[in-house]
């Protein structure tokens, strides 16, 4: 069945750095539209970012651009979120997920990322 | 883009129906029929449980169905049974973003 494992989670200091990870299994991953989605703890959820199945199209939330980028290793069945920059905001939870049709059908257990000194 | 507008909260006893309202605007909700629903357990995965504003995928039980009219998306929940509690969000495709989200509403299942 379909499997996404997140990874790459931790504590940094506001204005630091982080990679999260996503390993795809279970499904043909270059078929997919990936996205990552977050929660802050105590709110709801946020889009966050997306890439089409190529990685040739990719979208970012307002409150993101400019300090994350999304790529993916369709290779390695992977997805990646890479974030600088890091405010107290960005503080949460951070889920991938699959795509479909403009709807997220498969998503991670989620990789809790703390911005805080 | 603003999140959608949901209930904070709505309870029901088991066996009864519930509705969630998602209210957007035309260019979210009202401009297309791209609208889902997810259930989460905290600290669980969120679960996919209403597609295309009607569409149940498969191993979602038939209790739980989804309409739009104008703006206003909306889930129902019939026949609310104990494992139903948990935080339901909406989501719409939009015209700028290209994703939102709802606030969000816990339903207690009193």
């Known amino acids: 069945q379909v499997q996404l494992l997140e990874s790459g989670g931790a504590l940094v200091k506001p204005g630091g750095s982080l990679r999260l990870s996503c390993a795809g299994s279970?499904?043909?991953?270059?078929?997919?539209?990936m996205n990552w989605i977050r929660q802050a703890p105590g709110k709801g959820l946020e889009w966050v970012s997306y890439?089409?199945?190529?990685?040739?199209?990719?979208f970012y939330a307002d409150s993101v651009k400019g300090r994350f980028t999304i790529s993916r290793d369709n290779a390695k069945n992977s997805l990646y979120l890479q974030m600088n920059s890091l405010r107290a905001e960005d503080t949460a939870v951070y889920y991938c997920?699959?795509?479909?049709?403009?709807?997220?059908?498969?998503w991670g257990q989620g990789t809790l990322v703390t911005v805080s000194s | 883009q603003s999140a959608l507008t949901q209930p904070a909260s709505v309870s029901g006893s088991p066996g009864q129906s519930i509705t969630i309202s998602c209210t957007g605007t035309s260019s979210d909700v009202g401009g297309y029929n791209y609208v889902s629903w997810y259930q989460h357990h905290p600290g669980k995965a969120p679960k996919l449980m209403i597609y295309?504003?009607?569409n149940r995928p498969s191993g979602v039980p038939d209790r739980f169905s989804g309409s739009k009219s104008g703006n206003t998306a909306s889930l129902t929940i019939s026949g609310l049974q104990a494992e139903d509690e948990a935080d339901y969000y909406c989501s719409s495709y939009t015209s700028s973003s290209p994703y939102v989200f709802g606030t969000g509403t816990k339903v207690t299942v009193l």
């Open positions: 295309a504003v009607g």
């Open positions: 890439i089409s199945n190529s990685g040739s199209t990719i």
């Open positions: 279970g499904f043909i991953f270059s078929d997919y539209y």
């Open positions: 997920a699959t795509e479909r049709l403009r709807y997220f059908d498969h």
